[in-house]
């Protein structure tokens, strides 16, 4: 058996603390702090296992219900013994930042949250693309025993990263005090699914021509 771990922790997160954007779209690997996970736990942090498109509807929605695994304190673990072990179990070393505590998600106890219990609270950290590439492959292994190279999933989903980070920049730029960011990211679900532009996401060498669309409906709104 031979997962993929870690080599610098940082490297498995893409924002921790306050450099979490509040713009930024619940996504697969965010951590939260405080949240009831029916039939695990009645509060405490909890790590998003769903995969996005399995979170979301048209118009940006989010589903009611959000599949969620807890996340807790655990012995710290060496890297190297990740690749074959633990299998019921993401590592987070560093989660709350550099000589933090070691803590885990448990994936075997998992539940589906309330959607309006997460929107309302504090998110922890985002996992980086390593990160939830490894999240992906632990998840799958524990429930199955079959091992999937983590690039696997990279090109099974990449397209979903880029999404994400277009929604975030797109987010960013036009919410205000006047347009809130939920009207922001039903306005660009509607741009994103034009001219085939979602689909063509899933093909690597679109995704730069598609990001260059995006930015020039950038600046035609904020010209407007």
């Known amino acids: 058996m031979s997962l993929d771990t870690w080599e610098i922790p940082g490297r498995l997160y893409l924002a921790r603390g306050d450099e979490v954007s509040p713009y930024r779209p619940l996504f697969t690997g965010d951590v939260l702090d405080d949240v009831p996970i029916p039939g695990v736990q009645d509060n405490g942090p909890g790590i998003v296992v769903a995969h996005p498109c399995s979170m979301r509807g048209r118009n940006a929605r989010l589903a009611d219900r959000i599949l969620m695994a807890?996340?807790?304190?655990?012995d710290a673990v060496p890297a190297r013994r990740w690749t074959d072990g633990y299998l019921d179990r993401m590592p987070l070393p560093e989660l709350r930042g550099p000589d933090a505590p070691f803590e885990v998600g448990w994936l075997d106890q998992v539940g589906r949250?309330?959607?309006?219990?997460?929107?309302?609270?504090?998110r922890i950290s985002c996992l980086?693309?390593?990160?939830?590439?490894?999240?992906?492959?632990?998840?799958?292994?524990?429930?199955?025993?079959?091992?999937?190279?983590?690039?696997?999933?990279?090109?099974?989903?990449?397209?979903?990263?880029?999404?994400?980070?277009?929604?975030?920049?797109?987010?960013?730029?036009?919410?205000?005090?006047?347009?809130?960011?939920?009207?922001?990211?039903?306005?660009?679900?509607?741009?994103?699914?034009?001219?085939?532009?979602?689909?063509?996401?899933?093909?690597?060498?679109?995704?730069?021509?598609?990001?260059?669309?995006?930015?020039?409906?950038?600046?035609?709104?904020?010209?407007?």
Request: glycine fraction near 2%; charge should be negative.
């Open 128 to 224: 980086s693309t390593v990160g939830v590439n490894m999240l992906q492959q632990r998840l799958v292994c524990t429930l199955t025993r079959v091992e999937i190279p983590t690039a696997v999933f990279w090109e099974a989903f990449g397209h979903t990263f880029e999404e994400a980070d277009h929604l975030e920049d797109w987010t960013d730029t036009l919410a205000s005090a006047a347009v809130q960011p939920g009207d922001v990211a039903a306005a660009f679900e509607t741009w994103i699914r034009a001219d085939d532009r979602q689909e063509r996401l899933k093909d690597a060498q679109q995704r730069a021509p598609v990001r260059a669309e995006m930015r020039a409906e950038l600046r035609r709104q904020q010209d407007q």
């Open 113 to 122: 949250s309330d959607r309006d219990r997460l929107l309302a609270a504090t």
């Open 70 to 74: 807890a996340v807790a304190a655990h």
